[in-house]
């Protein structure tokens, strides 16, 4: 089996950033962002989609962390479609729902080779702990443009804002981790009607 294994760098004006991942990992994490609300949720990613996951980003933050959260999310969808190449033999969907309290979230993934993304967290804050929940939609934007995926994420409720970004990305991480599933039946496979993704 091949090392499903990518590192990517970008740098901008704006900011500079390097990704790792392994898509084959244990769930562990490294992140030197800068933005730790940020951080605690792609470590929900790791831990619960089994991938390895090191980011170091060195951002703008002194004008407000649009620009790194974004630009993360782009450079970790570049990584993850580095990584996981081809897609011959994957699952290629993916689903979880996962609760947290009060809060329940479902989200939906498809390796599909084509950007799409709907998004639905009513959010009943505007910012957990100084970070503005408004750019988890610029993360998840820049994933989906990068990473080639289709992806629906759905907060069905929730009260605390935190439980909410909480499960949404608990959600993600288990989604991914069930659509990048190796299926020995699909070995050397495409799973597309089309032959190509």
């Given amino acids: 089996m091949a090392e499903r294994k990518a590192t990517v760098e970008r740098n901008t004006l704006e900011t500079r950033i390097t990704v790792a991942v392994n898509l084959d990992g244990s769930g562990q994490s490294k992140f030197e962002t800068g933005?730790?609300?940020?951080?605690?949720?792609?470590d929900q990613v790791a831990r619960h989609g089994m991938v390895d996951l090191e980011i170091n980003a060195v951002g703008d933050l002194h004008i407000d962390d649009h620009h790194t959260v974004e630009d993360i999310g782009i450079t970790l969808g570049q990584a993850f479609a580095a990584a996981?190449?081809?897609?011959?033999?994957i699952l290629r969907y993916g689903h979880a729902y996962v609760p947290l309290d009060e809060a329940l979230s479902r989200v939906v993934i498809d390796f599909s080779g084509r950007p799409g993304l709907e998004y639905n967290i009513p959010f009943t804050r505007a910012a957990v702990g100084g970070f503005d929940v408004d750019l988890f939609f610029e993360f998840f934007q820049g994933f989906v443009n990068h990473a080639q995926v289709t992806l629906h994420i759905d907060n069905l409720r929730g009260v605390n804002s935190h439980h909410q970004a909480e499960t949404v990305f608990k959600a993600f991480g288990r989604a991914l981790r069930m659509a990048l599933t190796e299926d020995p039946r699909m070995a050397g496979v495409t799973p597309s009607t089309k032959g190509v993704l």
């Fill in 84 to 89: 996981v190449g081809d897609k011959k033999g």
């Fill in 35 to 42: 933005v730790p609300f940020l951080e605690h949720m792609l």
